[in-house]
Structure formats: structure tokens, C-alpha cells
């Protein structure tokens, strides 16, 4: 019984934490059965405390970057894959420039968005919060900061 309380109340004082967050997941394609994920980029899924708004999510993004000191956007494909709630990005990166990915998930009247640097060797596999009213850091400032 002691250890039945001493759970609860780890999660009681766990819980503001965590309370709502929505993270976007990022994946290997190769890892994904679904052969419509051959050939992407990665693949991204949401993942959080209210999995009951994740189902009508709608994911959407473009890749923004700073070639030879400009800005520049590029439209990247999200397909949705046959596993419910996970999606394949296809983009080429070019060759030149500083890039991220900006993502935004609309779930019911709410947008959040998760911005990921692209660095030479590819992309960072830890989850990423979604940042709901513009809380979240700017596209310009992660891409300053990217290798």
C-alpha cells in the first residue's frame, strides 16, 4: 500500500509538467513498413496527453533556409502513411545552406508548431514540443544557430 501511494504521488507532482504537452516524434523511414516512407526524409508522428485530438490532426511544413546569406522556403511533401497518425516528409536538401523544417499541426482550432535544424549529418531524433501562441523560438533564430 505504501508503494501504491508513493507512485501516486510521484505522478501527482509529475503531472503540471507534462499536463498537455503535444510533441512531434521524429523517425528513420526505414523503420516504417509502409513503402510510401521509402526514399523520405524522415518520418514524423505526434505523440501526447490527449491522444483523443490526435487523431483529426492535419501536419504541415516547409523548409526554411539561409543559402549565401538569404532566406529562402522550399515546400516539403507530407504524406500521410497507412500507420494512423504517422507521415513521411520528402524533401531533397540542396547541397548549400544552413536548413530547418518548420512544422505546424493543426489539432481542433489550435495550431502548434516544432521548428528541426538539419545539420550535415542529418536530423536530431529527440522529440520536440509543440509550441502553441507563438511561445515556441523563430525560424531565423534556430537557423542562426544551426551548423
Not at 24 to 45: E, I, W, Y
Amino acid at each position: 500500500m505504501k508503494r501504491f501511494f508513493k507512485a501516486v504521488s510521484c505522478l501527482l507532482l509529475a503531472a503540471p509538467v507534462f499536463a498537455g504537452t503535444i510533441l512531434l516524434d521524429f523517425g528513420n523511414p526505414k523503420a516504417a513498413s509502409d513503402p510510401a516512407a521509402q526514399g523520405a526524409l524522415m518520418t514524423v508522428r505526434l505523440i501526447g496527453c490527449h491522444p483523443e485530438l490526435l487523431p483529426g490532426a492535419m501536419i504541415s511544413g516547409t523548409a526554411e533556409g539561409l543559402v549565401n546569406g538569404k532566406r529562402v522556403s522550399a515546400p516539403v511533401r507530407i504524406i500521410s502513411l497507412a500507420t494512423a497518425g504517422l507521415y513521411a516528409v520528402q524533401w531533397e536538401r540542396p547541397a548549400e545552406g544552413k536548413w530547418v523544417l518548420a512544422f505546424q499541426a493543426r489539432l481542433g482550432d489550435s495550431t502548434g508548431t516544432a521548428i528541426e535544424p538539419l545539420g550535415t549529418n542529418g536530423f536530431d531524433r529527440k522529440p520536440k514540443p509543440l509550441n502553441f501562441g507563438g511561445r515556441g523560438e523563430s525560424v531565423d533564430a534556430v537557423l542562426r544557430a544551426a551548423r
